[in-house]
């Protein structure tokens, strides 16, 4: 399918859901400095062809404009004609929808994301043990043990993409990228949000255990 195949309605609704969900995050104060970019796949995934709504680059995100989102195709490039340049991280989303076939990429920078990923960057991953919210990945076992994969910041972005597959785990919606951020996904906006909610939940929780454990 190309990108002019896909109808006005479907890229409103889009649209529209991506500026909600931008919104909401805007309110919990996730885009501190104008970090954090969002994305939303549209029409169906072809791993040669897949089209996403991304954020532009370097915008404060805490304000709505017509001017927040482009529409950009598997290789990054505008799909249609604007001003905007996307996200300056969009190739990491575009490696995550190639190697997930997900519907949406939510990436925030935050206290707890940042310390947890300093934490335990010498194991490259963050273990968490047996917290019930693990349950909002769909993992139901008891007493679930996950490892949320780290990989290193660079400031050249696309360095960092050949990181993403070695580490990837498909139980697992998501990544730290060292002193950095959160990637967060899933198959649509929705699930995408309720895993960085719980990301989050968690990071914050292994972080405060990991202080209790040594009597700080
Ligand atoms: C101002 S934070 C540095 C860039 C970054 O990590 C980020 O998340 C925002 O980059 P974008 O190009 O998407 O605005
Ligand atoms: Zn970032």
């Not at 959160?182 to 990071?203: I, N, P, Q, R, T």
Request: glycine share 6%; with cysteine.
């Amino acid at each position: 399918m190309s990108f002019a195949d896909i109808t006005l309605e479907e890229k409103q609704r889009v649209l529209s859901e991506f500026s909600a969900v931008k919104a909401d995050f805007a309110s919990r104060h996730w885009f501190p400095g104008t970090s954090g970019n969002l994305s939303m796949r549209i029409g169906p995934y072809e791993p040669s062809a897949f089209y996403f709504a991304v954020t532009a680059s370097g915008k404060d995100k805490t304000k709505s404009t017509p001017e927040d989102f482009l529409f950009v195709d598997q290789d990054g490039n505008a799909c249609e004609t604007t001003s905007l340049r996307p996200s300056a991280e969009t190739s990491l989303h575009r490696e995550i929808y190639r190697l997930t076939g997900a519907g949406a990429i939510f990436h925030i920078h935050s206290v707890f994301n940042n310390l947890v990923s300093e934490l335990f960057w010498e194991q490259r991953s963050v273990p968490i043990e047996g917290v019930e919210l693990i349950k909002a990945f769909n993992i139901w076992d008891e007493d679930a043990v996950i490892n949320v994969p780290i990989v290193p910041n660079y400031a050249n972005v696309p360095q960092i993409v050949p990181e993403i597959e070695p580490v990837l785990n498909p139980r697992v919606p998501g990544l730290l990228i060292r002193k950095h951020g959160v990637c967060a996904w899933g198959k649509d906006a929705s699930e995408a949000k309720k895993h960085l909610e719980a990301f989050e939940f968690l990071f914050e929780y292994v972080f405060r255990w990991q202080l209790l454990k040594q009597g700080k």
